[in-house]
């Protein structure tokens, strides 16, 4: 029996065009292409090593951040768990899910993100 260990790693982002939900229903869109083993986002996520043969070893959460007075300044957070490591789920959500949600929605849907300047 192999274990796997899961890595959650979290992105904030500042709000842009699209919001929370809007981005969590389009990214779980994307995610239900995994579910087609000869899909071009399969085939991306398999390069990376991850294994989608369980569709579970992929979880990507959306939420915003703790309101203020201006909704516009509020974040967007983006929780990504994956059988792996935290370097594979930044580099899942940077390689593979961001192109295909910013082709879906638009290069404005999260503005830069907030935790870039700490890396």
């Given at each position: 029996m192999t274990v796997t260990a899961s890595a959650t790693v979290e992105l904030r982002y500042r709000r842009g065009s699209a919001?929370?939900?809007a981005i969590s229903a389009e990214v779980q869109e994307i995610l239900a292409d995994?579910?087609?083993p000869d899909s071009e986002l399969t085939k991306s996520v398999r390069?990376?090593?991850i294994d989608v043969a369980?569709?579970?070893a992929v979880t990507i959460r959306v939420r915003e951040g703790g309101?203020?007075?201006e909704p516009f300044l509020t974040p967007i957070i983006v929780g990504i768990t994956v059988n792996a490591s935290t370097a594979i789920g930044a580099k899942l959500w940077n390689a593979v899910?961001?192109?295909h949600l910013r082709h879906r929605l638009g290069p404005r849907a999260l503005l830069d993100r907030e935790d870039e300047a700490e890396e």
């Open positions: 919001s929370a939900d995994l579910d087609n390069d990376l090593g369980d569709r579970s309101q203020g007075f899910i961001w192109p």
